[in-house]
């Protein structure tokens, strides 16, 4: 650790968060560092003179008598100040800290701070680019550090402190050809970590560095050194253990296992699936431990046939799961080592030869930055460069875009990478493993691709299949947006900015000279001018047609009768006059690039990088021009093709799409004819039948087995159903009315089940609606209200936000439906607001009702409302995750008793207890039924 340094670490609670708001310091702590340890603390609570807001008590714990008797911030800013004399200032989100610190200061008539500063949020970022959270709380676990009180600035400061240690310690393990990459790049930082960063190289440029087999130094870059691939052989003296009781001997090496019904069950289902090689659908509900039970038998089965056994789930996360946590349980279960892989597009991979590239330019954007940082970091720690492992900000993820593999073609400069090359690495060690774990979206790609990775007759297990039919849809369609467009001619630049086309010129002039005037730029100029004249006549086009949609964010549907109008007519010549100036501009920048590349071999590694760039964007502009044409002259009749934007700013939104009516042709034609698979997931079924899972999948044009595995949990008794009976019809009242009654529903029940409640909405305007009313009323300001599209972050970012409080209430639609896993107390309470139908005006529903009619069908009995089912289901599936959880589900939509559909909703579902009550009756219910209060 740095000797010659004082870092001291600050902390402070505050009333609010800004000073300039009203904001002031109600605790403040600091602890001092010294020749690398912890050398004492200062600690004390502030009186800000002015209201706690009860939230901010919630969260801290800190009330008005705590601070009523404390001394002000004036009165302790003298020794403040001899604290932060001749040290440096740390603290996680330092600018919040040092703008509080500074802001108090400057009231009480001091100066203000004006030192070096460490951020260790940035610096965390740097040297764990890999971490799922950069949040205090979240580091302090995966340290394992003693931060006994969040969100009290004693405990904060104290763990920062330690983290900051650990942090420090980390840099100055790393490489010095990395530290001096690392220096020359931190100039661009928020913070002074260029200052960690000169003392380390300067430590070591006085001894001799001795680098671990476990790294290599290749041409400048530290990177982890890559185990060789293993070949694996076909062993027929492996069989799978025919005895249920040698099964379970096998299963109960893990720790902590029970032996489920339902597990041993799936398990003798999917050794028949690769016995009989035929396709099987296996609904498998919640608790089963489905994954171990298909993963056990396909690991025999490759050791066997010596091939890889494909297993796809529906997100890039799950992938991660079962790497991690279902194959470490099933190693601890098998005499013999199991070799798995994740396979996932080109893109997910890192391109070296890129990022090397992207290392020699000067950089000036911060996000940027960081990303190149985080990047050489973790080239000491990847073995994969699956981007996935990285925590990239929305700016470093526009960054991975230009360094991730792009194309197959082997260049100069990719060529001297090969040895090391990512995606090359990830074929051969897949081509050796037992399993092979991939996403829906990689698997839809590959079977359609000309030389798909998977060998002819492989067996695929096809995990979260009620997902596989809308990802394929989303795979198998197109999307076509004049952001995209701009984006690709935005990479060509002018001559002089330092882009494609500055390059491409320097090359000429330095190998062609005499070559004809400029010609790219001019023509660049007359596309970006023609599509902003488009993009007007698209948005006009687009808000006429969706005026009457409330909401910001809206779809409208591409019809035979939509083409026929004057308006349509006005898109066809805009598109027309786009196409051919495209044209025209594609032939100039193929006139300019032909002769460069026609003496390729005379570039250095780097310019035939940039011919390479240059042939990939003329190749992405042509696919670009190519779907305008068809989409708007030459749709497929197979297809729907609809507008989406949000009208709040269309210029950067609105995109046009299409997807396949009836992916299940396709699954049918390029997977199920050609490989053997196996359809699981916990919600298949529709009133105890697969006829409509099978019939979205094509399954029902082969034989197949199909199997029905109940859920282990004892859902009669930990589980009620409340239907309440002072709830109007959805017809029958308006959505602000109907916000109102939820939101009164919410806030009583809040009170009895201590927070804990997750809220399902099927439309974001109720949702609004609903969070404004319970925020204009205070009732419960004690509580974290995180609401999606309100509250930022992703799905399973909020979910793990409303884990974190002991109040807590999560509003949701879309995602939250599925996929999040909140067992125990943590959810108590559900509430589904409306059966969750697909809007009919959603222009894919649209169109397949159109094609069921066609085919003699019921739109609805056919497609909406079993697809609602099977997503009520998984909604209602969040409530219960393991044998000891208790839960309510309140059911606002009466539509599941009064119309004749409602029973299948119910009936789809375990049997559980349900009982009609008004508000007062629920609450009585929940109070009584549910366990005590955290």
């Not at 310091?25 to 209201?51: C, H, K, L, S």
């Not at 405990?155 to 010095?176: C, G, K, N």
């Not at 041409?219 to 293993?230: M, N």
Request: hydrophobic content about 40%; charged content about 25%; some cysteine.
């Amino acid at each position: 650790m740095i000797n010659d340094v004082r870092f001291i670490v600050a902390d402070f609670e505050t009333t609010g968060h800004s000073y300039a708001s009203g904001g002031r310091i109600m605790q403040a702590a600091f602890v001092a560092i010294e020749e690398g340890r912890i050398e004492g603390q200062y600690n004390t609570y502030v009186n800000p003179d002015r209201p706690i807001p009860p939230f901010i008590q919630e969260l801290t714990g800190i009330d008005e008598e705590t601070v009523q008797e404390a001394p002000f911030f004036k009165e302790e800013a003298g020794r403040v100040q001899e604290w932060l004399a001749d040290s440096v200032f740390v603290a996680h989100n330092v600018s919040f800290d040092l703008t509080f610190l500074n802001s108090e200061l400057e009231a009480a008539g001091c100066a203000p701070f004006t030192g070096f500063f460490i951020d260790t949020v940035e610096l965390a970022k740097i040297v764990l680019p890999a971490s799922d959270s950069y949040k205090l709380g979240d580091l302090s676990d995966q340290f394992g550090l003693s931060h006994t009180q969040k969100h009290r600035a004693d405990s904060d400061a104290h763990a920062t402190a330690e983290l900051f240690i650990q942090l420090v310690e980390r840099l100055e393990s790393i490489p010095l050809v990395t530290i001096e990459q690392l220096l020359k790049l931190s100039s661009g930082l928020k913070s002074d970590i260029h200052m960690l960063l000169s003392r380390i190289a300067a430590q070591k440029k006085q001894r001799v560095e001795m680098l671990p087999e476990n790294w290599t130094v290749y041409r400048g870059l530290a990177l982890r050194t890559k185990k060789p691939p293993e070949k694996r052989k076909a062993d027929k003296s492996i069989s799978f253990p025919e005895k249920e009781k040698e099964k379970w001997e096998l299963l109960s090496g893990v720790p902590g296992m029970k032996k489920r019904p339902g597990q041993m069950q799936m398990i003798d289902a999917v050794q028949r699936f690769f016995e009989q090689k035929e396709h099987a659908v296996i609904e498998a509900g919640t608790g089963t431990g489905k994954s171990l039970a298909y993963l056990l038998p396909a690991v025999f089965e490759s050791r066997r046939s010596g091939r890889p056994v494909v297993v796809s789930t529906y997100t890039v996360l799950l992938q991660h799961q079962l790497l991690e946590r279902e194959l470490a349980k099933l190693q601890m279960m098998l005499p013999f080592d199991v070799k798995a892989a994740v396979l996932k597009g080109k893109r997910h991979y890192l391109d070296l030869s890129r990022f090397v590239r992207s290392l020699r330019e000067k950089e000036r954007n911060y996000d940027r930055t960081v990303t190149k940082m985080q990047m050489l970091v973790w080239l000491l720690e990847t073995e994969t460069g699956d981007g996935d492992e990285l925590n990239l900000s929305s700016g470093g993820a526009l960054f991975w875009q230009e360094v991730c593999q792009a194309d197959d073609y082997m260049n100069k400069a990719k060529q001297a990478w090969r040895k090391h090359d990512f995606a090359r690495y990830a074929k051969e060690v897949a081509a050796g493993a037992d399993i092979i774990i991939t996403n829906h979206s990689f698997l839809i790609a590959d079977m359609k691709a000309e030389k798909p990775l998977l060998l002819p007759e492989s067996y695929v297990i096809i995990d979260e299949a009620h997902r596989f039919e809308k990802a394929a849809r989303e795979r198998l369609g197109q999307e076509l947006s004049l952001a995209r467009l701009k984006f690709l001619l935005g990479k060509i630049g002018s001559a002089e900015d330092r882009r494609l086309l500055y390059h491409l010129n320097r090359i000429e002039a330095k190998r062609l000279p005499g070559r004809p005037p400029e010609k790219v730029t001019a023509a660049v100029a007359a596309v970006l001018a023609e599509a902003e004249e488009w993009l007007g006549v698209l948005a006009a086009f687009f808000e006429r047609q969706t005026s009457r949609m409330a909401h910001s964010k809206r779809q409208q549907a591409i019809t035979e009768e939509g083409r026929s109008t004057a308006g349509w007519q006005q898109i066809e010549y805009g598109a027309e006059r786009l196409y051919n100036l495209l044209s025209r501009f594609m032939e100039a920048f193929s006139e300019k690039i032909t002769p460069i590349e026609e003496i390729r071999k005379q570039l250095s590694a780097r310019d035939e990088l940039y011919v390479d760039d240059a042939l990939l964007l003329l190749e992405r502009c042509r696919v670009w021009n190519e779907q305008l044409f068809e989409l708007v002259f030459r749709p497929d009749a197979e297809e729907v093709i609809w507008l989406e934007g949000d009208v709040r700013s269309l210029s950067g939104t609105l995109t046009m799409r299409t997807q396949p009516v009836e992916p299940g042709v396709l699954i049918q034609n390029y997977l199920l004819e050609r490989h053997c698979v196996l359809f699981t997931s916990a919600t298949l079924t529709v009133e105890q039948s697969f006829r409509f899972f099978a019939g979205e999948m094509g399954l029902t044009a082969f034989s197949y087995s199909e199997y029905a595995i109940p859920s282990p949990f004892d859902y009669a008794n930990n589980c009620r159903i409340v239907i309440p009976n002072d709830v109007p019809e959805v017809k029958e009242t308006d959505s602000e009315a109907y916000a109102q009654i939820v939101a009164d529903y919410i806030i009583a029940a809040a009170e009895a089940a201590g927070g804990r409640m997750l809220v399902l909405f099927t439309s974001f305007d109720i949702l609004k609606k609903t969070h404004d009313f319970i925020r204009e009323t205070e009732l419960l300001a004690e509580y974290a209200v995180i609401a999606q599209g309100i509250t930022g972050g992703s799905a399973a970012r909020l979910a793990k936000s409303f884990r974190q409080y002991d109040k807590a209430i999560l509003l949701g639609t879309g995602a939250l439906w599925e996929g999040i896993d909140i067992p125990g107390e943590d959810l108590s309470v559900l509430f589904i607001v409306r059966l969750p139908f697909a809007p009919p005006d959603d222009p894919f529903v649209a169109a397949r009702s159109r094609q069921l009619k066609k085919g003699g069908e019921n739109p609805f009995s056919a497609y909406s409302l079993p697809q609602a089912v099977i997503r009520f289901r998984q909604g209602f599936g969040r409530l219960i995750r393991t044998e000891s959880d208790r839960g309510i589900a309140i059911l606002f939509d009466r539509r599941v008793l009064t119309s004749r559909y409602g029973k299948a909703f119910l009936a789809s579902i375990p049997e559980v207890p349900a009982e009609e009550l008004d508000i007062s009756g629920t609450m009585e219910l929940i109070e009584k039924w549910l366990p005590g209060e955290k």
